[in-house]
Structures are given as structure tokens and as C-alpha cells.
């Protein structure tokens, strides 16, 4: 099935994409040529007459080869110049139109150093991170959400100041906290970054405080400077809602400058399918890291929603893996988890990652849960720290 | 199953949204009531205390039925003050966190008054872009892409012309045209936007050049800006890559003040799915008339995508069902269309599309083909106008 070696392709002008095609193996090498035609030049390549725009634009298949049954790997190569160094079109080139083919699934891709220069990814990363927190290098990062939505910024404010007074570093809006009436942006970001502030004047940690930028395009900007301006410790950024460029804008912008937490909303469905979409690891880790979150929320296995472990694991690595030179962000699995299963959730993801806690904690005391899930998590740590 | 009756509920203070659950009927009351959690307060709701609070921001399950195997119908409310009339935070509501459920879909939504009212939606619609194109009331219009990329704005220029002078009405970038090496934005728009208009100058026609607006977060609106100065006649929007409410702002900005075309890239995964998702109906039609897009690309049945009859049929009446104040917009079936289809399409979709022809019309010379598509159109739109 193979019609070149995996591996063989070292050109500086072109990158790699790896797709899974669903359907008779036999169909394969014709499919992986309609993808290559409908990721690139969407033209019929015969009437292309032009050599130069060939060789500059027009999809290559790399390789196609057996799998699985009814499954290949095809291996698509696209040229560098067609990104025009955007990450819209680089999106648009690797999922773009193909994202209505019902038989395909991104895997993989590889991105030239070329290509990777221009994205300044993560402004802070793991170690940023963990420094502006002061959490150290030797614990897990502790996370959770204000909520529920309805509840007034008094409201949102006190609770803030019991997670921050009893150990929570990350302390974000619900996602679904925008600018209603009954909790508008200002008073909200300024009760509940005030609330932190002075928790952390008691406590002397540094609890970082991520108000919701569920904004419309038009104010995003205005709202994340103003967050800043009243103390936000950092951002929580949709980009299923904004579009992952609108993050990676406001994370490279310097006179914002804050941290940012990715929630997962409006993106599900990229990776819902079995035979279609983008694989986990690169949805919610690689893309996440080139659009410049620091850290990516995601639903973890066994929680409310049906991540496979699997998948997980594969959000971890591409959180982590060597990318050009962007940071390493934490993964923070969420979505229904318990203080019960701390233990299981570290030993799955290692110290480098943010726990993230929600709805749970707030069953009984909420600073008796905090301080539980804190104990439970430093003796992980102390625990992992032993030869 | 059924726990309310249907189109009992006609609170002002509330919206409905209605989503069709897969997997045994039997658990479909409980997926229901989680989904009513999920997609509004996502917190245990018995530890809800304030009554108001519960009143104002928790969803509610009007009614769950069964509609077939293993499918139930589920309505949900929601509250309206929950929604602040931002649309990210209206799409958070109806499919945020639940599109990482691979067994929901959301099928319909019932927007109040109040809530519709903000939203402008298209600022040309159907007659609008009528007019602007001089296309009159009683024909179909004609629409195609500039491509393949690769081509030097002066290769694309020379195509504009020809296309624009043989009777395209609407001439769009193809969606990959971000702002290359090789075909820079202000040089391509530049070019293409003078080449029709000289073409238009000739014929006395007005046909509209569509510049792509696949760009950065950060340039978007000065491309459209420049796109407008250098005398494009409308936009070509990508809210996959860019965010619904990014095309929003574009329609509603009086700066610009020029018709929108939505292109489906990187939004198939949203429909993809049998059982999970959103109907093509919503994703390509009503959401973008909230957008405010004027003209919606999308797959045609039996071109090079999978989308059937149904879906289209579907996309056709979102487009142009009453919405609030809101303006019918034109359908533009395309993705693989052939001249030979002219007749089979426009039975379809009646007079009030735009017939979108791409790749087939350079099967042989670009000019000739036109006018056999002109010709086809004309031809039909004759015939659909005897008694």
C-alpha cells in the first residue's frame, strides 16, 4: 500500500500531517490523493499547468499503509509557504475542509523549525507557571472553578478568598461566566481579584486568580487589560468560542502579560468521533501550546465525560513533548473529579500537572475540602519524592 | 418518558434548546437532567441553596421522549439572563462542555425576543446582496472560487476578470488564501478588486469581488478594512478558524459595511456525527444569520462531501425561516458542482441561492464555461418563472 518510506521526507520546504482513513483499505491511496487535493489546492491537480504552483502548493501523499482493519495511515506532506507562518491557515491546511469527510482523523504532524519559529507559544510554561504561583518545582499545582453560574460577585468573592486562604493556586471562573447581569465582568473580576489579594497577604502564597474571557471578539482584548488592571493573576481562555488565534493573541500580547488557563467548551466534538476529527493529544495539548495557553483543562477519564485514558495520556504528552522551543504547559484534568482520587490522578499524570477540583469540593465544608485535597496532595508528593 | 408537555413552556424569562440523546431510552431522563446541569451551572444542584440562584442559572428538563431506537428527545430551558446577549456565551449554552459528549445532539433552539433583539444577523441578506449584485429578484446568482492557491495575484487577477466579465456574481478567494509569499493580501485584493472592476465598467454588471478574511486574530479587521478601501465588494468569512463571533463584529461594523460570505472550513466536525453534534441546519444556517453572514457556503449532496439531501434541505430553511427581525440569507451549495447540475440544484433550492461552481468551470476555458453556467441559469430561471 505504501507508495514511499515513512521517514524519507527531509525537504525544508514542505511538513508533514498524518491522517487516519476509515473505510476499505483498498480505497486508501485514493482517498489520501482527495485529501492531499482538499487540504491544499481544492483544484483538480490535472489542470494545474503551472509547475511552480505544483510544487509550492499542492498536497503530496508521503505514504498510505494498512493499519487496522478498515483502517490506513496516510502521511500527506504540504508546503511550508502555503501557511504564510498563520495560525488560521495552518489550522485551515490541516483540518480545513476535510473536517466534513466523516473518514478521517488527524494524528499527527510535524511542523518544519521554520514553521514553529514565528509561534512564540506558552509565555510562561510549566516553570512560569510554577513560579508565579510559588508553588515550587515539587508539587502538583492545585485548580479549581468559582461556580455555580447565578451566583452574585459577593458571592463569588468570598468563596474565592476561602480557596485562595486554604491553598487552591488556581483559582478560575466557570467558563459560562461572561458579563450576565447578575455578575458583570468589572465588579466580578475586581471582587473576587480583591478577595485573592488579600487572602494571599494572610497566607504569603501567591493564589493566582483566572477570571473567564468568554467574551465577545470585540471586547476580549479590553476585558483580559482590564482583568489585569484589577489584579488578575490570569486568564481562562475558550478558544472553541474565540478561536485558538484569538489565545494565542492574548497571550502574546505584552501588555497583558497574564498566565492562561484553556477550558475545553465548544471543542468536543473535533474529537468525539472514533473515525473522525483530531486526535485528543493534539486538540487539547499541541494546538493549546502553539496558540499559548500555559495550561490546558480537559475532562479526565472517569469523570463526567468519557475521555479514554488513553487519551488523556496522549493530552499530557503532546502537553510536555519537545516542540520547537515553546514551553511545556500542565495539563489539568477536571470534569467530576473527587479528592478521593488524588492519588490515581497523580500517579497518572506525574507531579507536572494542575488537579483541577470543582463541584466536589464544595459538598460539606469547602475549606475543610481544600485543606483535605492540599494534605492529599502534598503527601502524593512527599510520597513520589522518595528514592 | 415524557416529563412536561411540549410547548408548554412560554416564560419570557427563559429558552429552549432541544437535543436528541443516543443510547438506551430507559437512561435518557437521567442523561437529560445531567444535561441540564452540564450546559448551565455545572455543579451539583442539591447543593444549590439560593433559590434564586436555582431559578436564574440552572437548566431545566421540560420534556424527554422517545423518537426511536435508542433516541429520545430531549427539551431543555435555560435561563435568559444566563445567556448577557453575547453570542460565545449563547454557544456555551447550547453545546459548550456537552461536545465532549459523543452521544448528544443539538437539533433546535428557540431564542426569546429578548434574546434575539441584540442581534443584528446579516446587514445585506437575500435582497441586499440582490441588489448589490444588480442580480434583480428573478435568478439564482452566481458564485465561484479563485483558486488554486499557488497562483500570483496577477495569475488570480486575470482569472477575476474573465469570470467577473462572463457573469460570476460573486467572486470569493478560496478560503486557503490567507496572505502568502506568494500571493500577499493587499497585493492580491488589490488586483483582484480592480480587475472586477474594470470587468464590471465593461459589462455594466456588479459583480462583487469576496476577499478571504482567513487571517490572524489581531489583523482581521484591518485586512477587511484594506479589503474595503482597496474596492472589494464583500468578505469571505471562516468562523471555524476565526469564531461566530468574529464574523459578527465584521457584519456589524459600519466601517466596513460590506456583505459576508461564511465558508464552512474546520466547522464539519460539528455535524459529522449521527448521534452527536449539531444539524447542519443550525451550523450552517441559523448560527450564521446570528453571525451575520449574508451568503453560507457549504457541501452540496453528491459533490466531493458526504452531506445528504436532508442536511441541505435543512441548511436551506434555517437559512431563510423567520428569525427575529433578522434577514433571509442565500444558500450557497457548492463542494464539487458541475454545470451539467444546474437544473437538479436549482430545483432544489429554488430561485434564492447562489450556485457555487468551482474547480469544473476550468475544465477547458474558464470563459466558455461561464456563460454555459450563465446560460443554464438563465435557462432555468426562465422556465421556473412561466405560470
Keep these: 500500500l505504501s507508495t514511499a518510506e515513512e521517514g524519507q521526507l527531509r525537504s525544508p520546504d514542505r511538513f508533514t500531517a498524518s491522517y487516519v482513513l476509515e473505510g476499505?483499505?483498498?480505497?486508501?491511496?485514493?482517498?489520501?490523493?482527495?485529501?492531499?487535493?482538499?487540504?491544499?489546492?481544492?483544484?483538480?491537480p490535472e489542470l494545474v499547468t503551472d509547475r511552480t504552483v505544483r510544487d509550492r502548493a499542492?498536497?503530496?501523499?508521503?505514504?498510505?499503509?494498512?493499519?487496522?482493519?478498515?483502517l490506513a495511515l496516510a502521511r500527506l506532506s504540504f508546503g511550508v509557504d502555503t501557511i504564510g507562518f498563520e495560525l488560521p491557515q495552518l489550522l485551515q491546511i490541516l483540518f480545513g475542509n476535510c473536517s466534513m469527510y466523516p473518514w478521517v482523523r488527524l494524528v499527527g504532524f510535524d511542523l518544519s523549525e521554520?514553521?514553529?519559529?514565528?509561534?512564540?507559544?506558552?509565555?510562561?510554561?510549566?516553570?512560569?507557571?510554577r513560579n508565579l504561583?510559588?508553588?515550587?518545582?515539587?508539587?502538583?499545582l492545585l485548580a479549581t472553578a468559582l461556580k455555580p453560574m447565578g451566583l452574585t460577585p459577593t458571592a463569588l468573592a468570598r468563596m474565592a478568598a476561602t480557596l485562595a486562604s486554604d491553598g487552591i493556586d488556581?483559582?478560575?471562573?466557570?467558563?459560562?461566566?461572561?458579563?450576565?447581569?447578575?455578575?458583570?465582568?468589572?465588579?466580578?473580576?475586581?471582587?473576587?481579584?480583591?478577595?485573592?489579594?488579600?487572602?494571599?497577604?494572610?497566607?504569603?502564597?501567591?493564589?493566582?486568580?483566572?477570571?473567564?474571557?468568554?467574551?465577545?471578539?470585540?471586547?476580549?482584548?479590553?476585558?483580559?487589560?482590564?482583568?489585569?488592571?484589577?489584579?488578575?493573576?490570569?486568564?481562562?481562555?475558550?478558544?472553541?468560542?474565540?478561536?485558538?488565534?484569538?489565545?494565542?493573541?492574548?497571550?502574546?500580547?505584552?501588555?497583558?502579560?497574564?498566565?492562561?488557563?484553556?477550558?475545553?467548551?465548544?471543542?468536543?466534538?473535533?474529537?468525539?468521533?472514533?473515525?473522525?476529527?483530531?486526535?485528543?493529544?493534539?486538540?487539547?495539548?499541541?494546538?493549546m501550546r502553539l496558540a499559548g495557553a500555559d495550561v490546558t483543562a480537559f475532562p479526565n477519564y472517569g469523570?463526567?465525560?468519557?475521555?479514554p485514558p488513553e487519551a488523556c495520556r496522549q493530552i499530557a504528552e503532546c502537553s510536555t513533548v519537545p516542540?520547537?522551543?515553546?514551553?511545556?504547559?500542565?495539563?489539568?484534568?477536571?470534569?467530576?473529579?473527587?479528592?478521593?482520587?488524588?492519588?490515581?490522578?497523580?500517579?497518572?499524570?506525574?507531579?507536572?500537572?494542575?488537579?483541577?477540583?470543582?463541584?466536589?469540593?464544595?459538598?460539606?465544608?469547602?475549606g475543610a475540602n481544600v485543606r483535605l485535597l492540599r494534605d492529599a496532595v502534598d503527601i502524593w508528593s512527599d510520597r513520589s519524592a522518595q528514592p
Design 58 to 70: 499542492l498536497g503530496r501523499v508521503e505514504s498510505v499503509r494498512e493499519i487496522g482493519e478498515h
Design 170 to 287: 488556581l483559582i478560575k471562573d466557570d467558563q459560562s461566566l461572561a458579563d450576565q447581569s447578575f455578575a458583570q465582568f468589572r465588579e466580578r473580576v475586581k471582587s473576587c481579584a480583591q478577595a485573592v489579594a488579600e487572602a494571599n497577604s494572610q497566607t504569603g502564597r501567591q493564589s493566582l486568580y483566572l477570571p473567564s474571557m468568554n467574551a465577545p471578539a470585540d471586547e476580549i482584548r479590553d476585558r483580559a487589560v482590564m482583568a489585569k488592571e484589577l489584579g488578575a493573576g490570569g486568564l481562562l481562555v475558550c478558544p472553541g468560542l474565540s478561536g485558538y488565534d484569538t489565545m494565542r493573541v492574548l497571550a502574546a500580547d505584552d501588555e497583558i502579560g497574564l498566565p492562561i488557563m484553556a477550558h475545553p467548551t465548544f471543542l468536543g466534538s473535533l474529537v468525539a468521533g472514533r473515525d473522525h476529527g483530531i486526535d485528543h493529544g493534539i486538540v487539547f495539548g499541541t494546538l
Design 303 to 307: 469523570g463526567r465525560f468519557s475521555f
Design 114 to 129: 521554520e514553521l514553529l519559529a514565528p509561534f512564540r507559544g506558552p509565555r510562561y510554561g510549566v516553570s512560569g507557571v
Design 24 to 44: 476499505p483499505t483498498s480505497e486508501a491511496p485514493a482517498k489520501a490523493r482527495a485529501l492531499a487535493v482538499e487540504q491544499s489546492i481544492e483544484f483538480p
Design 133 to 140: 504561583t510559588g508553588a515550587g518545582n515539587n508539587r502538583p
Design 323 to 366: 516542540l520547537g522551543n515553546l514551553a511545556a504547559i500542565l495539563p489539568a484534568p477536571g470534569g467530576g473529579m473527587t479528592v478521593d482520587r488524588v492519588n490515581e490522578i497523580l500517579d497518572f499524570y506525574g507531579n507536572d500537572c494542575a488537579i483541577l477540583i470543582g463541584g466536589a469540593l464544595h459538598r460539606g465544608d469547602l
